[in-house]
């Protein structure tokens, strides 16, 4: 019997509440998802006791920053209180710049298209282009302005954002680093995404994107629903999937600059900047709850079937926002991470399958068992409301045949962002040179094997 050897594969970059392999001043986590955080730059900066005093320490301004209604239940409550060297509100008017490639929903640009739609990766840019510039939007639904729905973007980047800073008031962006490390500098502080990482930014907090190792390329899925939370585990019990304490939050490190910084907000489907004379990444101490996070695909908890079945997509669900409907999610991040099959007598790749969500997938690396090709790192595949898909031919007839020992499927790791509306994708996604229009081939082929 042949069982494929675990190779020990670890991404090493997260260890702990520190970051190894760096010494960017700043970078340090404080450790734990949906944490009351707090954390001082300068000793003495944070207030005790009371969030408001009348004077705030060292002559810092207090600001209260809400991620949920001041009324939602403690559960779901989301704020921080910042203390910063100038106050947010001391700014220049805003004035709308070009959008480049980025979109938002509604998305009226083409009809909803029910065809299986697949992509390879973005071509890398010609041009000098930092992380704002370098997003491209592949479609979305819902609509911006009522805070329901997603954007799906691509980025693709060359070059820091220097003197830029950006946020969205329009959505948590969830970042899927697919090529290159981001250090995100954040209002709140720094963190280190790479390839096999996740980063989240919550929405209205701002922040600059660096590119430490150059080159930078990956997804986003731009939440404008509820922020994104752990799923419920039911039976599963108290501990799995992604555990609480492998999310990073930052601790507080901030720009005390007075430059020349253009402040980009991301506001109702449009772009608009500010000329700062100053950086805004100027919080010297803040707690709360409205935090960006960093975490490991690779510690993710992996659970499946230990007898027959391959279980639904749904029991690799990472991160989910839910709707007003319980068990509906606006999205759900989802990830096929490193996991042993052992299901006897079963099917074990994914099966075929309609689903009336609309199921939007990545590949980090590697490739997904059940693509045997044409689904490549940094491509990326749409199967939207009851499209039918599953395994492509070649995956269908070797997974019917093989022997069922024991395997780890250790080669790739993809992932899914999957959600309750049809996703309608932009022009520009459908008519770009690098789809791959001839999909629906994958599943020429499938013959008839009724011997009644
Ligand atoms: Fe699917």
Request: glycine share 10%.
């Given at each position: 019997?042949?069982?494929?050897?675990?190779?020990?594969?670890?991404?090493?970059?997260?260890?702990?509440?520190?970051?190894?392999?760096?010494?960017?001043?700043?970078?340090?986590?404080?450790?734990?998802?949906?944490?009351?955080?707090?954390?001082?730059?300068?000793?003495?900066?944070?207030?005790?006791?009371?969030?408001?005093?009348?004077?705030?320490?060292?002559g810092?301004?207090?600001?209260?920053?809400?991620?949920?209604?001041?009324?939602?239940?403690?559960?779901?409550?989301?704020?921080?209180?910042?203390?910063?060297?100038?106050?947010?509100?001391?700014?220049?008017?805003?004035?709308?710049?070009?959008?480049?490639?980025?979109?938002?929903?509604?998305?009226?640009?083409v009809?909803?298209?029910?065809?299986?739609?697949?992509?390879?990766?973005?071509?890398?840019?010609?041009?000098?282009?930092?992380?704002?510039?370098?997003?491209?939007?592949?479609?979305?639904?819902?609509?911006?302005?009522?805070?329901?729905?997603?954007?799906?973007?691509?980025?693709?980047?060359?070059?820091?954002?220097?003197?830029?800073?950006?946020s969205?008031?329009?959505?948590?962006?969830?970042?899927?680093?697919q090529?290159?490390?981001?250090?995100?500098?954040?209002?709140?502080?720094?963190?280190?995404?790479?390839?096999?990482?996740?980063?989240?930014?919550?929405?209205?907090?701002?922040?600059?994107?660096e590119?430490?190792?150059?080159?930078?390329?990956?997804?986003?899925?731009?939440?404008?629903?509820?922020?994104?939370?752990?799923?419920?585990?039911?039976?599963?019990?108290?501990?799995?999937?992604?555990?609480?304490?492998?999310?990073?939050?930052?601790?507080?490190f901030?720009?005390?600059?007075?430059?020349?910084?253009?402040?980009?907000?991301?506001?109702?489907?449009?772009?608009?900047?500010?000329?700062?004379?100053?950086?805004?990444?100027?919080?010297?101490?803040?707690?709360?709850?409205?935090?960006?996070?960093?975490?490991?695909?690779?510690?993710?908890?992996?659970?499946?079937?230990?007898?027959?079945?391959?279980?639904?997509?749904s029991?690799?669900?990472?991160?989910?926002?839910?709707?007003?409907?319980?068990?509906?999610?606006?999205?759900d991040?989802?990830?096929?991470?490193?996991?042993?099959?052992?299901?006897e007598?079963?099917?074990?790749?994914?099966?075929?399958?309609?689903?009336?969500?609309?199921?939007?997938?990545?590949?980090?690396?590697?490739?997904?068992?059940?693509?045997?090709?044409?689904?490549?790192?940094?491509?990326?595949?749409?199967?939207?409301?009851?499209?039918?898909?599953?395994?492509?031919?070649?995956?269908?007839?070797?997974?019917?045949?093989?022997e069922?020992v024991?395997?780890?499927?250790?080669?790739?790791?993809?992932?899914?962002?999957?959600?309750?509306?049809?996703?309608?994708?932009t022009?520009?996604?459908?008519?770009?040179?690098?789809?791959?229009?001839?999909?629906?081939?994958?599943?020429?082929?499938?013959?008839?094997?009724?011997?009644?």
């Amino acid at each position: 019997m042949k069982v494929t050897q675990d190779t020990g594969k670890r991404n090493t970059a997260i260890e702990g509440a520190q970051v190894r392999g760096t010494q960017e001043p700043g970078l340090l986590y404080s450790p734990g998802f949906g944490n009351e955080h707090s954390s001082e730059a300068v000793p003495g900066a944070l207030p005790v006791g009371r969030n408001a005093p009348q004077r705030a320490p060292l002559g810092l301004y207090a600001e209260q920053l809400s991620g949920t209604a001041f009324t939602e239940p403690r559960a779901h409550n989301r704020r921080s209180w910042l203390y910063r060297i100038r106050p947010s509100a001391a700014h220049p008017p805003f004035r709308r710049i070009p959008n480049g490639a980025l979109r938002s929903a509604p998305f009226h640009d083409v009809e909803p298209d029910p065809n299986r739609l697949r992509w390879g990766p973005l071509p890398p840019p010609t041009e000098p282009t930092d992380f704002v510039q370098g997003l491209v939007t592949v479609g979305g639904n819902g609509d911006v302005l009522r805070r329901e729905g997603i954007a799906i973007h691509w980025y693709a980047a060359n070059r820091s954002m220097d003197t830029r800073v950006f946020s969205s008031s329009d959505g948590e962006f969830l970042i899927v680093p697919q090529q290159g490390a981001l250090l995100l500098r954040t209002e709140l502080g720094l963190l280190r995404a790479e390839p096999g990482h996740v980063a989240l930014i919550p929405r209205g907090i701002r922040f600059r994107v660096e590119l430490p190792d150059g080159a930078a390329g990956g997804y986003v899925c731009e939440n404008y629903g509820r922020p994104f939370q752990l799923p419920d585990l039911g039976p599963i019990g108290a501990n799995g999937l992604a555990n609480a304490r492998d999310f990073l939050a930052p601790v507080a490190f901030f720009e005390d600059r007075d430059e020349d910084t253009e402040v980009v907000n991301k506001f109702g489907g449009n772009l608009w900047a500010a000329d700062y004379d100053h950086s805004p990444l100027n919080v010297v101490a803040w707690h709360g709850n409205h935090v960006p996070y960093v975490y490991d695909l690779r510690r993710f908890n992996v659970l499946g079937s230990i007898s027959y079945d391959h279980p639904d997509p749904s029991i690799f669900t990472v991160l989910t926002s839910p709707s007003d409907t319980p068990g509906l999610a606006g999205a759900d991040f989802v990830v096929f991470a490193p996991r042993w099959l052992v299901g006897e007598d079963t099917f074990r790749p994914p099966y075929f399958h309609r689903n009336v969500m609309s199921e939007f997938m990545g590949l980090i690396e590697g490739a997904y068992d059940a693509k045997a090709e044409g689904f490549v790192p940094g491509g990326a595949s749409l199967h939207n409301m009851m499209s039918a898909h599953g395994p492509d031919r070649a995956t269908f007839e070797r997974a019917s045949d093989a022997e069922l020992v024991p395997r780890k499927v250790d080669d790739g790791l993809a992932f899914m962002f999957e959600t309750r509306w049809p996703v309608v994708p932009t022009g520009s996604a459908l008519t770009a040179g690098h789809r791959q229009v001839g999909y629906d081939r994958v599943w020429e082929g499938l013959e008839r094997n009724f011997r009644p």
